[in-house]
């Protein structure tokens, strides 16, 4: 059985730093494209970040460019996504995310390409 399990959140004041990071298990690390996914009160899912199998390949939202850096160890079977220079419309419950592909280098914005998901962590910037 395929998991992934996020940690990480928090309460921050706005100009702040987080990291959050996602364990897989149950399946071949790998083998996914990964993403970060998160969603406020009231709104939609909303991408924040991908990266290939491979890791050469990256996305972000364009409001997190230069703040977000996603990140991949294999070998320790995490993903990760540094969050710097926080603002109050980052408030969000964040979700890692990932997808079973053959290509080493696709990295997708869509939540339906996507099998696997984890329950999600509370990210909340607030003075």
């Known amino acids: 059985q395929t998991q992934l399990v996020e940690s990480g959140g928090g309460w921050v004041q706005p100009g702040a730093s987080l990291r959050l990071s996602c364990v897989g298990s149950?399946?071949?690390?790998?083998?996914?494209?990964l993403g970060w996914f998160r969603q406020a009160p009231g709104k939609e899912r909303e991408f924040v970040a991908s990266?290939?199998?491979?890791?050469?390949?990256?996305e972000y939202l364009e409001s997190v460019k230069g703040r977000f850096t996603i990140s991949r160890d294999d070998a320790e079977s995490t993903l990760m996504l540094q969050m710097n220079t926080l603002k109050l419309e980052d408030t969000a419950i964040y979700y890692c995310?990932?997808?079973?592909?053959?290509?080493?280098?696709?990295?997708?914005?869509?939540?339906?390409?996507?099998?696997?998901w984890g329950q999600g962590t509370q990210v909340t910037v607030s003075s």
């Open positions: 995310a990932a997808a079973a592909t053959s290509y080493m280098q696709e990295t997708y914005r869509v939540p339906p390409h996507y099998a696997y």
């Open positions: 149950g399946g071949t690390f790998n083998d996914w494209s």
């Open positions: 990266i290939s199998r491979n890791g050469k390949r990256t």
